[in-house]
């Protein structure tokens, strides 16, 4: 049985942005009589195609039941699966709302959105010139086993989890609404996240799968091009349920900063978390309520064609 309802219809209009080269496509939901198409796995999988659909890291569907002043919305991964929250997803999201007048900008303009059977609450900073500076109030981060669904038992009394091959992985389950694994290593490489996330990702362990991040703290101090590194920084490389390696992800983000506080390895506090396609501001607090923010930069807007709607209909 699903964990999701059926999957909503959707116009043909979109709005496209990314942040720090992490994009979305919002579709906003249209009633069944109305030309556009459904939001089924293979249908999700052809619009966010990068060759011959739009090309997207996911989708963002805005509702249309808006009761409360609350903005519901539904996501999708572009192999078709539904999931929990993005952080960036959402950021795309407020983006679009700004630029269509349904909300507006500033330090009071704090809006609800509804999201994977939870709220949070968002803020348009500013908009400079299509660049937009979100925040994103994430909740309370849970850390262990119980929080992403993971096997007991499946963590050694160290907190490692069998990797590939059977070599233990020093592991920190957190969820921020969604199931992440933070591995923390010495030396975050693009050849050690390819050989265990794929694995970890759909570890047997874990009910429903997890996204997965190599992180370690960064050093202070100065780098060899005379900037100044963050004292209170990590560098984390991610891979993506449903998606793969991700240059930037926002509940990502959060879960790197979580797991580094939760193991004394941070002080809370702001946390500046290198990724590949840049850097995000979350904060973390004792209590482990965590704020996202960062950079969305508007892409495009567009109209599926005739033919892609005939192809992506239910």
């Not at 043909?12 to 720090?20: P, S, T």
């Not at 992490?22 to 249908?43: K, M």
């Not at 101090?221 to 590194?229: F, H, I, L, N």
């Amino acid at each position: 049985m699903s964990r999701w309802p059926p999957p909503p219809h959707l116009a043909a209009a979109f709005y496209k942005a990314h942040g720090l080269g992490n994009d979305y496509l919002v579709f906003e939901e249209a009633p069944s009589s109305d030309r556009g198409w459904t939001a089924t796995p293979g249908a999700v999988q052809r619009v966010c195609a990068p060759h011959e659909g739009v090309g997207s890291d996911g989708i963002v569907a805005l509702l249309a039941d808006r009761s409360g002043g609350v903005f519901r919305l539904r996501m999708f991964n572009p192999d078709g699966s539904e999931f929990e929250r993005s952080g960036n997803g959402l950021r795309v999201l407020a983006s679009y709302l700004e630029s269509k007048g349904l909300v507006g900008t500033g330090e009071d303009a704090w809006f609800d959105v509804e999201v994977g059977g939870s709220r949070v609450r968002m803020c348009v900073h500013g908009n400079a010139q299509g660049v937009y500076d979100i925040s994103v109030e994430m909740g309370r981060a849970r850390v262990g086993p119980e929080a992403v669904e993971l096997r007991p038992g499946a963590l050694d009394a160290r907190g490692r989890l069998a990797g590939p091959g059977g070599e233990p992985l020093h592991v920190v389950p957190v969820s921020v609404g969604n199931p992440h694994l933070v591995v923390l290593v010495d030396t975050p490489t693009t050849e050690l996240l390819a050989e265990i996330g794929p694995f970890l990702v759909a570890h047997p362990a874990l009910a429903h799968g997890a996204n997965v991040q190599l992180a370690r703290v960064a050093s202070a101090g100065t780098t060899s091009a005379g900037t100044t590194r963050a004292a209170n920084a990590c560098d984390a490389l991610i891979w993506e349920r449903g998606v793969g390696p991700t240059s930037a992800s926002g509940t990502s983000a959060c879960a790197v900063a979580v797991a580094l506080v939760s193991q004394g390895r941070l002080p809370p506090g702001e946390v500046t978390v290198r990724m590949p396609g840049g850097a995000m501001s979350v904060t973390v607090d004792a209590r482990l309520e965590v704020v996202l923010r960062g950079p969305v930069e508007g892409v495009c807007t567009g109209v599926l064609s005739g033919r892609l709607l005939a192809r992506s209909g239910p």
